[in-house]
């Protein structure tokens, strides 16, 4: 089955600061997704790769998937405490639409 | 449109009591799936229905039961509920055409 690793597992930065998450998959992606979960709250869907060497923007973030590497990071720049939250990524793992999910990124943005 | 939509939101329950989760659309989806997310675990599929009238088994269906009731509504059923289901659980669903999928606020449920 597919495992997702992602790291770091918590980061905690100064607002304004660049930031970087990773997606690594034990298997060939063909499908990444990029979710946010505030505490307490559900998840809302950021952003979705399936290409190699694909690249989306929204607002202040990015996010790239690298094939080769089985990789996907996301890029925030110039945080600010809005962004604070859990970051997952979750990627497909067959049919039927099934997503595997990673345990999640933990980002406080410190004021 | 709400989206998806959770019942209850919080809820406690004794050992071996049992209660059903409730979950529905509005996006027209034929796909709703079931996850539970716990502390350092992350977000585990359940049970998912890929259309109406078909369900299967996710990666940890053990000690739950579910009903696609029609192409909107997915419940969940706890038979006898265990401390090791205090958890909290979401329901999700997605289109046809993609793999995109819209995620309920969930619910927190305490067994104790």
């Known amino acids: 089955s597919q495992e997702l690793e992602q790291s770091p597992q918590s980061l905690i930065v100064q607002e304004g600061k660049n930031l970087t998450i990773n997606c690594t998959s034990s298997?060939?992606?063909?499908?990444l997704y990029w979710y946010k979960q505030k505490y307490g709250e559900g998840l809302i869907f950021l952003m979705m790769?399936?290409?190699?060497?694909e690249e989306k923007s929204h607002e202040k973030i990015t996010a790239k998937l690298d094939e080769k590497k089985q990789q996907s990071s996301l890029h925030i720049t110039a945080s600010q405490p809005s962004h604070a939250g859990i970051y997952l990524c979750?990627?497909?793992?067959?049919?039927?639409?099934?997503?595997?999910f990673g345990k999640g990124t933990l980002l406080t943005v410190n004021p | 449109n709400a989206g998806v939509t959770q019942t209850p939101k919080f809820q406690v329950l004794k050992t071996g009591q049992s209660m059903t989760l409730q979950c529905a659309q509005d996006?027209?989806?034929?796909?709703m799936y079931w996850y539970r997310q716990d502390p350092g675990m992350g977000l585990r599929l359940i049970y998912y229905s890929a259309s109406e009238g078909t369900t299967d088994k996710g990666e940890v269906p053990n000690g739950y039961n579910v009903s696609r009731l029609n192409k909107r509504e997915f419940s969940l059923r706890l038979e006898s509920a265990a401390p090791s289901q205090t958890s909290v659980y979401f329901c999700?669903?997605?289109?046809?055409?993609?793999?995109?999928?819209?995620f309920g606020p969930g619910t927190r449920l305490t067994v104790l």
């Open positions: 999700a669903s997605s289109g046809r055409t993609g793999g995109e999928q819209f």
């Open positions: 979750g990627a497909e793992a067959g049919s039927n639409y099934k997503l595997t």
């Open positions: 790769l399936q290409k190699g060497g």
């Open positions: 996006m027209n989806h034929n796909s």
């Open positions: 298997k060939t992606l063909y499908g």
